[in-house]
């Protein structure tokens, strides 16, 4: 067994032991943290690695700090909302106000649509590469049945026994990820000591296109907005708070992950079965990598589908006055999610789902900025508008990434 699968198994056991401790579950501040911190770096983590590889090549770490910047300053403005303008919304709030969040509302059922298709067509994959089918076809044909099973349930009022099924999940998922850490880490400094580490460089698109591939890929650090809806679990200052700390981890994961996957970039990443090169990428690790990445990806896509197919509902339901019930909403959430699973590929799902959580987050940072203005702070209305103009841009000018 080589070092980085022993390094493996036991950081595994080490990260299982702490995230799984009662007084660490029990906790309120680590629960407001994970649940935006397990969204952020659900969906993208093992996804980014061979997308920023096509799209920044050995700058890859570089990009995803970009990424990063630009969801902190979309989270920066979610934050100022929750402690400035939700507090309207408990007397009577102006039109304009109740005007924008309602838009808000719809902009973000839009985008689960979309990221529902997205986490189950990347379910699908990783779950098929156990019997080595890349082919895109029989990955749209699970992942339609894995969205139906979800609709269905969410129909009939049974999501919450599938979300039991998923609780441990993140948990899990968190501690493959730092075992996954702890062995590239090992890895790297015995690549460093015995002098073969090195860094290739990847012939990637350059200039204006690549700079619209990387704005088309925001949804790898999308998630944090989640903190916004928990307010009737907590209060503003703790969901303020914990969302900071899980865009700071977060950040941290990611950078980390690219730098130390980087070496491992090659020019042979595949244009079919793109979404799960991660696992081709890291076999010189060992034989433990591909069953752990296997059950990180499943762990993450479906808690996170399931998370947003039980949000997506909720939000139908109030945008449209009750007038749709929540369980109708899951059902809707799912046809939306299986058309858009056969009408676009994986890369044109991520760059959608961008696009989408991105005009959410033009809306929210209008809302800041209003806010802001109102308040006489005039540099924080400006940060946000410069928020405004770039969530304008991703959506229209973001491309899909090369696959």
């Known amino acids: 067994m080589t070092a980085s699968n022993i390094a493996l198994l036991i950081a595994a056991l080490g990260f299982a032991i702490l995230f799984l ?36 090549g050995r700058w890859a770490a570089l990009a ?21 303008v939700e507090p309207e919304f408990a007397d009577s709030p102006g039109v304009l106000v109740a005007g924008i969040e309602r838009a808000s509302e719809i902009a973000l059922s839009l985008a689960y649509f979309v990221s529902v298709a997205y986490y189950l067509n990347l379910f699908a994959a990783f779950g098929l590469r156990l019997g080595d089918i890349i082919d895109p076809f029989w990955i749209r044909v699970v ?18 026994a599938l979300e039991r099924l998923t609780l441990g999940a993140v948990s899990i998922k968190l501690a493959l990820i ?12 015995i690549a460093m000591h015995t002098g073969t580490f090195d860094w290739p460089a990847l012939q990637h698109a ?19 907005e989640t903190s916004r809806y928990l307010g009737s679990a907590y209060d503003a200052n703790t969901r303020v708070r914990t969302m900071r700390w899980a865009q700071w981890l977060s950040t941290a994961i990611y950078l980390t992950f690219m730098l130390l996957i980087t070496r491992y970039f090659s020019g042979n990443l595949p244009a079919e079965g793109g979404e799960t090169a991660i696992i081709d990428m890291l076999a010189p690790l060992g034989a433990l990598v591909m069953p752990v990445i296997v059950i990180m990806a499943l762990a993450s896509q479906l808690s996170a589908a399931v998370a947003d197919t039980s949000g997506a509902g909720g939000l139908i339901a109030e945008s449209t006055s009750k007038r749709m ?25 991520i760059t959608y789902a961008s696009q989408a959580f991105v005009a959410y987050y ?35 000018f973001a491309v899909p990434a090369e696959g």
Request: proline share 2%.
């Open 21 to 56: 401790q009662p007084r660490l579950l029990r906790s309120q501040l680590w629960q407001a943290t994970v649940t935006p911190l397990a969204s952020i770096i659900g969906s993208g983590f093992l996804a980014a690695g061979p997308i920023l590889a096509h799209a920044a």
């Open 206 to 224: 350059r200039g204006t296109h690549e700079l619209r591939m990387l704005l088309g890929l925001v949804i790898l650090v999308q998630g944090f």
């Open 362 to 396: 033009a809306l929210q940072s209008l809302q800041a900025m209003l806010s802001a203005w109102k308040l006489g702070r005039k540099w924080r209305a400006a940060i946000y508008a410069v928020g405004i103009v770039i969530a304008l841009v991703v959506v229209v």
């Open 178 to 189: 730092g075992a996954l850490l702890t062995a590239l880490l090992v890895a790297t400094l």
């Open 143 to 160: 992942s339609t049945l894995v969205i139906a099973t979800v609709g269905i349930l969410g129909l009939r009022g049974g999501l919450d």
């Open 64 to 84: 995803m700090l970009g990424l990063c910047s630009i969801a902190y300053l979309f989270g920066s403005a979610i934050r100022h909302n929750i402690v400035h």
């Open 325 to 349: 019930p929540v369980n109708i909403g899951h059902l809707v959430t799912a046809l939306a999610a299986i058309a858009i699973t056969w009408l676009a590929d994986i890369y044109q799902i």
